[in-house]
Every structure is written in structure tokens, then in C-alpha cells.
């Protein structure tokens, strides 16, 4: 399997691994049939992929195979952000390859420098990624990575700004929503609730993101990424 090594990865405060750990926790008492999911956001620049990729680093640690799939064709951040090098010296091929037949799933599944974390990154951008993720390319990607993995993380375009998160969500077990405080309004949250519910899948809950700490009685300037992170639980036969 081919191999990346990231030239910047973020280090974890005690916060931030606490706030992981309850989220993880929340994850696996959803059930051990809840390993497909779909995390999105209502707006850009909300944190989403940097929660997707700590959860994926923070399950690995409890010894799971977690597969990170970067969906976001349109706006990509992964490559740029890890500084990602295949160790090979290579071209980094990604979705966009695989789903358009132009790779094989081997030439764009990459095993990392973390253990137990794979990646597959989102390719070059294209003109029409929702028409790509319904092909059954993505299907038997997806029949795969559950054969083969413990966890499958979907990293997707915010939904507030495109349809993909409902398109792949109905093939996922969950959805996370990714809410950074003060960013999206209320009605637009309802909104993007009530796409994802349009999908079929299971909304597992929110993550708060890029709270406001609050100090011996006041508000600090600090904004941890993940302080007060909340995962909720809503059952899908519950109204």
C-alpha cells in the first residue's frame, strides 16, 4: 500500500484530547453498527475537517482501522493543510481519480504515518462532484472500506453550500453536524437538519465547535477548537 508522511500536523491540547475522548465514547455507544459517517457543516470554515481528522486520529488510538475519505471535490484542504508527500516521491491521487476510472482504489488508498489511519483524498477538483458520488464507483467504495475498516469518516462540502453531504449520507450509518458557535443562524441549522433528514440517515448529533471559554467569571480571548464540544444523541424513530 502506498504510503503519505505529513509535514504539519497539529498538536492536540489536554482540552482538545477531552473533549475527543467524550466524543468517541458517544460514537461507540450509538451501537457497533454505527461505523459509516458522514460529518458536514452548515457553512465553510466552521472546523469540520480539522474534527474530522482529530476523531479519526483519537479512534485510532483506542486500536481501531479508521479510514478518513475526503469527499470535498469542490474546495480541498487535507493535501495543503498535513503538507501530505506520498513517501514515494508520487503524484497524490485521490476520489476524483477513483471515481471518474481514471485509478484504481490501490492507487489512491494511502496508509499513514499514524497508525491505524488510511486516507483517501478528495483528487483535483471537477465541475460535477454530486453526479460523480452517485456513480456505483462510490457504492463499492463504500462496501469496501466497511469490509476492511473499523470506522469510515466522511469528510463533506458543507451542505449549507452544496447537496453532496445528503447524497453520500444516504449511504452512511450516521451524521455529525459540525456547528462552529456564532457562524450559522438557526433557521439555516433547521434547514440543513431537515436535508439530511431528507437523505434517511440517522443524525447522530452536533459538535460545537470554536467555543468561547469562559474563565473565572468572564470570557477569555482563547477559542479552543474543541471546548464544550457536544455529541448529542437523536434516535431516528424518535420525532
Same mark, same amino acid.
Given at each position: 500500500?502506498?504510503?503519505?508522511?505529513?509535514?504539519?500536523?497539529?498538536?492536540?491540547?489536554?482540552?482538545?484530547?477531552?473533549?475527543?475522548?467524550?466524543?468517541?465514547?458517544? %460514537?461507540?455507544?450509538?451501537?457497533?453498527? /454505527?461505523?459509516?459517517?458522514?460529518?458536514t457543516s452548515a457553512l465553510p470554515n466552521e472546523g469540520k475537517s =480539522?474534527? =474530522?481528522?482529530?476523531?479519526?486520529?483519537?479512534? =485510532?488510538?483506542?486500536?481501531?482501522?479508521?479510514?478518513? %475519505?475526503?469527499?470535498?471535490?469542490?474546495?480541498?484542504?487535507?493535501? $495543503?493543510?498535513?503538507?501530505?508527500?506520498?513517501?514515494?516521491?508520487?503524484? /497524490?491521487?485521490?476520489?476524483?481519480?477513483?471515481?471518474?476510472?481514471?485509478?484504481?482504489?490501490?492507487?489512491?488508498?494511502?496508509?499513514?504515518?499514524?497508525?491505524?489511519?488510511?486516507? /483517501?483524498?478528495?483528487?483535483?477538483?471537477?465541475?460535477?462532484?454530486?453526479? %460523480?458520488?452517485?456513480?456505483?464507483?462510490?457504492?463499492?467504495?463504500?462496501?469496501?472500506? @466497511?469490509?476492511?475498516?473499523?470506522?469510515?469518516?466522511?469528510?463533506?462540502?458543507?451542505?449549507?453550500? *452544496?447537496?453532496?453531504? *445528503?447524497?453520500?449520507?444516504?449511504?452512511?450509518? $450516521?451524521? /455529525?453536524?459540525?456547528?462552529?458557535?456564532?457562524? *450559522?443562524?438557526?433557521?439555516?441549522?433547521?434547514?440543513?437538519?431537515?436535508?439530511?433528514?431528507? @437523505?434517511?440517515?440517522? %443524525?447522530?448529533?452536533?459538535?460545537?465547535?470554536?467555543?468561547?471559554?469562559?474563565?473565572?467569571?468572564?470570557?477569555?480571548?482563547?477559542?479552543?477548537?474543541?471546548?464544550? @464540544?457536544?455529541?448529542?444523541?437523536?434516535?431516528?424513530?424518535e420525532e
Amino acid at each position: 500500500m502506498k504510503t503519505v508522511k505529513f509535514g504539519k500536523l497539529k498538536k492536540q491540547s489536554y482540552t482538545m484530547k477531552e473533549s475527543l475522548r467524550a466524543l468517541k465514547t458517544n %460514537i461507540q455507544f450509538c451501537g457497533d453498527d /454505527i461505523r459509516t459517517l458522514v460529518l458536514t457543516s452548515a457553512l465553510p470554515n466552521e472546523g469540520k475537517s =480539522t474534527v =474530522t481528522l482529530d476523531l479519526a486520529r483519537s479512534l =485510532t488510538e483506542s486500536g481501531k482501522r479508521v479510514l478518513l %475519505i475526503d469527499t470535498d471535490m469542490r474546495k480541498s484542504v487535507y493535501v $495543503g493543510r498535513l503538507r501530505a508527500v506520498p513517501t514515494d516521491g508520487a503524484e /497524490i491521487y485521490g476520489l476524483s481519480h477513483f471515481l471518474s476510472g481514471q485509478k484504481r482504489l490501490e492507487d489512491v488508498l494511502y496508509g499513514t504515518e499514524i497508525p491505524g489511519l488510511y486516507m /483517501i483524498f478528495a483528487g483535483p477538483s471537477v465541475p460535477n462532484p454530486t453526479e %460523480i458520488l452517485e456513480k456505483k464507483y462510490f457504492q463499492d467504495l463504500l462496501k469496501f472500506a @466497511s469490509e476492511h475498516f473499523n470506522y469510515v469518516l466522511l469528510d463533506c462540502a458543507p451542505i449549507g453550500a *452544496a447537496i453532496d453531504a *445528503a447524497v453520500i449520507a444516504k449511504n452512511c450509518d $450516521g451524521a /455529525i453536524l459540525v456547528v462552529a458557535q456564532g457562524m *450559522a443562524s438557526g433557521r439555516m441549522l433547521q434547514n440543513v437538519k431537515k436535508q439530511l433528514e431528507a @437523505s434517511g440517515v440517522w %443524525i447522530l448529533g452536533v459538535v460545537l465547535n470554536k467555543v468561547k471559554m469562559k474563565k473565572s467569571g468572564y470570557y477569555g480571548s482563547y477559542y479552543g477548537s474543541y471546548y464544550g @464540544s457536544y455529541y448529542g444523541r437523536d434516535h431516528k424513530d424518535e420525532e
